[in-house]
């Protein structure tokens, strides 16, 4: 079956099973290698994108049902809120081995871009999805607030 | 250092002797704030004549298979345009190490760290030396190497200026990536000198004018970010199953649910309907004691990850279970226990304990349990390999690529020359890639298909068919005379060993796990004894992170504390009590039949001193606030530690509330030395609490029927962003140069379990002595 679906802007054709998980749509036809295979069952948020900018698990959503939204990829992300996030993410250094952090700065750009403001709960709330095995989770939430910060400067 | 005890196992099949080692090492930071990587630097000139600044070192970095190289032609590149690319031969999982030790290169050779790429080594131990990424030694082993390296760079680029001007050398000096003659401040850029001084021989060390510490740009500052921090934060970073080849096929493994279990029957049938797989292919199944060759099983091979998955889920396999096919954890702990009651082999006899343990007014017994665990890195084992005339091309995670090489080349009856493993950025480890077996069945099917395989582990594989962390009960007993005096110390250690991975299993420790924490007790008492017990392996054992240090830091930690306890002491207190005067901890005074096994580290250059330990324990409880007063269900408590040659103590204030534990805030000091990258200890600092602390509240691999019970994220749970040690404050001691750099990767995990309990205790008056503490309070 062939499948289009838009995808950091592109419309892009897939000829695939339709139940294909759009992780592995992205990663393995499309060829993007920024979204990350933790899991597979919505439990650890590496594979995290952004569906019409909500932060969605993209191991849990098929290619059929991606059809006809805006799939945004770490690759494909920009705008204001991104850059900043970036830019923070490297000054604070979050990073460590770096391999769920696609997914914690997608999960991060969703927040603020929804809350300019998040309290330390929103954070967690927001962010318990995304597993960080080396734990980075205290850059994490330190990079949150900042970003907010400058964002609202 | 696995190469040792796998030469221990091929030469002797009877005696416990030789070595291994487990994850990580220290690391790097901060922004170059820019222009200070630039040319703020191009005035400073470095004073002449100051050889000697920095007089070597012994450390066991040598005596790791394959030693150490310090040769810049090996190490360092510098193109005509003047850009310098240095080689990082140790694997990067986060501990910053690909971006510390070519920045301590860089700052010995004046060079600017924002002309140099980092590139990374491909699996080449007699070229680079040792590349075993393990043990928390590449700081340990590799920071004097680095900086020979670096100085006799800066030497030779002098030498070429020098002789392009008809000079001495030392009319000249090298600074901010040009060579300058100092009285006449003409300049000739690196670029302009790489040819003439990569063409010369590499200095002999004596001839090596090292920076002062003062002189150092980066090394100590914790300025320099890890080098790939743009691409990970974009997307663009290349970990383990991110490398493509144009036909690259997918391969998902079923593997035996039990060590050995061999194929009664299979029905492929419904695998092969599904769309997108191509062939499925069986691997040799492989027994216990196989090392890292493959588990074996049946692959599932496909046009894409999803179709190779479906496939391998299709698979209907009926095992015959063998010989570990009715392992199951509740009896086998029973068995840990009950091999902890009875005498076991002495591996250290200070005084008599069991006389003392005999006239003793009381005798205290405390047993300790901890399961099985398995590393769970974000990223799952995976791996590339592509195999075309007769060679074999691997990219792959590995902690230990040039043993993934090897073994590989060794499984497939292939030279070691004709396979190359090139290393990708890991995404995680704690020891799981020290392990290659996924490499290698990746290059077996690649050589069967004679084209790309990627092997992808899923989850559930990954949490099935770990190396795990040894599960032990690790029994405690102290005698105590009429006046509550402490006179005799017993511990008594069952624990199956990761040589049973390597050999065939006589149900006994390897000096390497003896070494951490049951030979070395360091308190004073007169009367101390250790033993091991027998316990036999059902499953692959491996080291993970801090390896056996987790279960007998918690076991003497927690001991410590119930002691003091008991005594009516507090913790701290009786902590540095117990620990006693500044001293070196002497093996022969302490009993031991040989020396102590100190991460191999020569004693005279590490020595185990309990005034550091002192030092941190009394550090961390003054910043902590020891003695503070803390609303109900919250209190503080404190453990102390030393492993991989690192002081560290920590203080954790825990809150718990209708049995859910929560961790406000750690304290933790370190004593490791010099430390170059400040930032990165106190990274490796933060996650070791939070690794830590999924560690004590969640992480059992529990068994039964041979097979592993728990599968992904949802029952084999990891500390999430809603609770975790919410402010980790760490406290570095501060050392020059002189007292030498140890390892923080590792050191950091060990005391936050014990500190962890014996702040639940004074929180609750409840007691955790099995790990993990799951539900334990809810009850
Ligand atoms: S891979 Fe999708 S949530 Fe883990
Ligand atoms: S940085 Fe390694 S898993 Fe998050």
């Known amino acids: 079956m062939t499948f289009r679906i838009n995808l950091n802007g592109k419309e892009t054709t897939l000829d695939i099973d339709g139940d294909m998980p759009l992780l592995w749509a992205i990663r393995d036809i499309i060829g993007l290698t920024g979204t990350k295979y933790g899991c597979g069952i919505a439990q650890c948020g590496a594979c995290t994108v952004h569906v019409d900018g909500e932060p969605t698990r993209s191991c849990q959503l098929t290619v059929e049902d991606a059809v006809g939204t805006k799939i945004t990829t770490i690759e494909g992300v920009n705008g204001k809120v991104a850059e900043t996030a970036q830019t923070v993410w490297a000054e604070l250094d979050v990073p460590q081995c770096g391999y769920c952090q696609s997914g914690q700065v997608l999960a991060a750009v969703a927040l603020l871009s929804q809350n300019t403001k998040p309290t ?34 | 250092m696995l190469h040792q005890i796998e030469k221990f196992a091929e030469q002797s099949k009877t005696v416990p002797a030789a070595a291994i080692d487990s994850v990580i090492s220290n690391a790097s930071r901060r922004g170059v704030l820019k222009g200070l990587g630039g040319f703020v630097l191009a005035l400073h000139l470095l004073p002449a004549g100051r050889a000697g600044a920095f007089p070597a070192y012994e450390t066991f970095g040598p005596g790791m298979p394959n030693g150490v190289v310090n040769d810049p032609h090996i190490f360092v590149a510098i193109a005509p345009d003047g850009e310098v690319t240095i080689i990082a031969h140790r694997s990067e999982m986060g501990t910053g190490s690909r971006t510390t030790l070519p920045m301590v290169i860089a700052d010995e050779m004046e060079a600017d760290w924002d002309r140099v790429t980092v590139k990374q080594a491909e699996g080449d131990e007699p070229k680079y030396g040792n590349q075993d990424t393990d043990g928390s030694r590449s700081l340990r082993h ?42 006449l401040g003409s300049r000739v850029g690196y670029g302009d000198l790489a040819e003439a001084a990569m063409a010369l021989k590499t200095p002999p060390r004596d001839v090596l004018q090292f920076k002062d510490e003062k002189e150092f740009r980066y090394i100590g500052k914790g300025t320099v970010p890890i080098v790939d921090l743009h691409d990970i934060t974009t997307g663009k970073a290349v970990y383990g199953s991110d490398v493509r080849l144009p036909g690259t096929r997918v391969a998902v493994i079923a593997r035996p649910p039990v060590v050995g279990a061999t194929i009664k029957s299979i029905d492929d049938s419904a695998a092969k309907a599904i769309a ?64 902890t009651a009875e005498p076991g082999t002495s591996v250290r006899n200070q005084g008599n304990a069991d006389a003392a343990l005999k006239d003793a007014a009381k005798v205290l017994t405390y047993e300790y349990y901890q399961p099985h665990m398995a590393h769970a890195p974000m990223e799952p ?70 084209g790309p395989v990627r092997v992808q582990w899923t989850r559930e594989d990954d949490i099935r068919h770990s190396y795990y962390h040894t599960s032990s009960v690790e029994r405690i007993d102290i005698g105590l005379d009429s006046d509550k005096r402490v006179t005799a110390w017993r511990h008594r250690s069952a624990a199956p060993s990761f ?61 410590t504390a119930e002691l003091a306890h008991e005594l009516g002491r507090d913790q701290k207190e009786f902590l540095l009590e117990i620990i006693g005067p500044p001293r070196i901890l002497d093996a022969k005074t302490a009993g031991l039949p040989g020396k102590f096994w100190n991460q191999y580290e020569p004693e005279k250059e590490f020595p185990f001193e309990t005034g550091r330990l002192s030092g941190v324990v009394r550090l961390v409880a003054q910043k902590a606030g020891w003695g503070k007063s803390l609303p109900k269900g919250e209190a503080l408590g404190i453990a102390a530690h030393r492993s991989f040659v690192s002081y560290i103590a920590m203080v954790v204030h825990a809150k718990v509330e209708k049995g859910i534990v929560r961790v406000p805030e750690v304290h933790v000091a370190v004593d490791c030395g010099f430390a170059a990258n400040p930032e990165r200890v106190r990274s490796q600092m933060q996650g070791a609490c939070v690794f830590g602390m999924t560690a004590a509240l969640y992480s059992g691999i529990s068994f039964d029927n041979g097979e592993v019970q728990e599968s992904n994220f949802h029952d084999y749970e990891m500390v999430r962003a809603d609770n975790f040690p919410e402010l980790v404050h760490t406290y570095i001691v501060p050392h020059s140069f002189e007292v030498h750099a140890t390892g923080v990767g590792e050191p950091g995990v060990p005391p936050f379990a014990p500190a962890l309990a014996n702040a639940i205790f004074n929180a609750t008056g409840r007691r955790i002595r099995n790990l993990p503490i799951g539900d334990q309070l809810k009850a």
């Open chain 1, 120 to 153: 330390d709960e929103n954070i967690d709330e927001a962010m318990a999805g995304n597993l960080c095995r080396c734990a980075t989770y205290h850059r994490i939430r330190a990079g949150i607030h900042e970003a907010a910060r400058r964002l609202e400067a």
């Open chain 2, 142 to 183: 590799h920071i004097q190497p680095a900086r020979e390296i670096g100085a006799a760079m800066r030497h030779m680029l002098k030498q070429a200026a020098a002789k392009q001007w008809g000079v001495k050398i030392d009319e000249v000096e090298a600074v901010g990536h040009q060579v300058i003659h100092k009285s």
């Open chain 2, 276 to 339: 997108g797989v191509e062939t499925i292919m069986h691997l040799p199944i492989t027994p216990l004691g196989s090392k890292f060759k493959p588990l074996g099983g049946v692959a599932v091979i496909a046009e894409n990850t999803w179709a190779a998955i479906q496939g391998r889920d299709a698979l209907k396999i009926e095992w015959d279970r063998g010989e570990h096919g009715t392992f199951e954890t509740r009896a086998y702990e029973a068995e840990l226990r009950a091999s």
């Open chain 2, 381 to 450: 084992p995976t791996a590339l390999a592509n195999y075309a005339d007769g060679k074999c091309e691997i990219w792959a995670p590995v902690q230990s690529p040039y043993v993934a090489r090897t073994d590989t080349a060794e499984y497939l009856g292939m030279d070691a020359k004709d396979v190359t493993v090139n290393v990708t950025l890991l995404g995680g480890a704690f020891g799981r890639k020290s392990k290659a077996d996924f490499a290698t069945e990746a290059a077996f099917l690649a050589k069967q298909v004679g």
């Open chain 2, 499 to 559: 040589l049973s991975t390597f050999t065939e299993d006589k149900g006994v420790q390897h000096e390497i796990e003896i070494g951490m924490g049951l030979e070395n007790l360091p308190y004073e008492i007169s009367n101390v004894s250790a033993e091991q017990c027998p316990a036999f392996a059902h499953t692959r054992v491996g080291w993970f992170r801090s390896v056996s240090n987790i279960p007998r830091a918690f076991a003497v930690q927690s001991a």
